[in-house]
């Protein structure tokens, strides 16, 4: 069974950054797609970014292009969401995601979630 584990999230200024993690175990990382979601209050859930098995792909949500950076080290089983620039409303609770579909930003597609890791951006 696939498990992760975020880290890395907390409390920073507008304009800020924050390095999030997502630790992978329990089955072979490099088969999967990662995806990074995040949920405000009584928002729907969102796609943030993905990247494909070996990196080589990434796509993002136009909110976050150009301020984040999806990347991962199949080495270390981890995906990381570099993200500069924060703004307010980035401020929500960030989940990373696995999937054996080759690309996607559908929240469907993804069958394995973390338990998700808080981001506040204060203005």
């Known amino acids: 069974q696939v498990q992760l584990v975020e880290s890395g999230g907390g409390l920073v200024q507008a304009g800020g950054s924050l390095r999030l993690s997502c630790a992978f175990s329990?089955?072979?990382?490099?088969?999967?797609?990662m995806g990074w979601f995040r949920q405000a209050p009584g928002v729907e859930r969102e796609f943030v970014a993905t990247i494909n098995w070996n990196g080589g792909r990434t796509y993002y949500a136009d909110s976050v292009k150009g301020r984040f950076t999806i990347s991962r080290d199949n080495a270390k089983n981890t995906v990381y969401l570099q993200m500069n620039s924060l703004k307010p409303e980035d401020t929500a609770v960030y989940y990373c995601?696995?999937?054996?579909?080759?690309?996607?930003?559908?929240?469907?597609?993804?069958?394995?979630w973390g338990q998700g890791t808080q981001v506040t951006v204060s203005s």
């Open positions: 329990g089955r072979t990382f490099s088969s999967y797609t």
């Open positions: 995601a696995a999937t054996l579909f080759s690309y996607s930003s559908s929240r469907e597609k993804y069958d394995y």
